[in-house]
C-alpha cells in the first residue's frame, strides 16, 4: 500500500499542470518518458520485459534489484498509465520439459 501510495504521489507531481493536482485517474498517466524517468530517480526501476496488448498498446513491467516493480500500459502517442505496483518481485528461471524429453 506504501508504495502504491508513494508511485502515485510521484507521478502526480510528474502531471501536474501548472502545479495543480489532476484527478486520481489522470494522476496515474503522464508521458513515457517522465514515468520512466520518475520510477528510475525515486524506485530504481528498469524494464524487465514487455509485451503488446494490441498494435496501439504495449504492456511493460519495470523492476527494481530491492524487488519493487511497477506494470505500465503505453501507447503509440507516448502515454503511459500505471496499472498495478507491488513488492516482492520474483523472476526465477523456469526450466519447461518439451513433449517427449
Not at 493536482?21 to 494522476?27: I, K, L, S, Y
Not at 513515457?32 to 509485451?51: C, M, T, W
Not at 500500459?73 to 518481485?89: F, H, M, R
Amino acid at each position: 500500500m506504501a508504495r502504491f501510495l508513494m508511485a502515485t504521489i510521484c507521478l502526480a507531481a510528474v502531471a501536474m499542470p501548472g502545479g495543480t493536482v489532476q484527478a486520481d485517474a489522470a494522476a496515474q498517466c503522464a508521458p513515457r518518458a517522465d514515468i520512466i524517468k520518475a520510477l528510475g530517480d525515486k524506485f530504481h526501476e528498469s524494464e524487465a520485459g514487455r509485451g503488446l496488448i494490441n498494435p496501439n498498446v504495449v504492456l511493460e513491467i519495470f523492476v527494481s534489484d530491492q524487488g519493487s516493480w511497477t506494470v505500465l500500459a503505453s501507447d503509440t502517442k507516448g502515454q503511459s498509465c500505471i496499472l498495478s505496483v507491488g513488492e516482492g518481485w520474483d523472476s526465477p528461471t523456469i526450466n519447461a520439459a518439451l513433449p517427449g524429453a
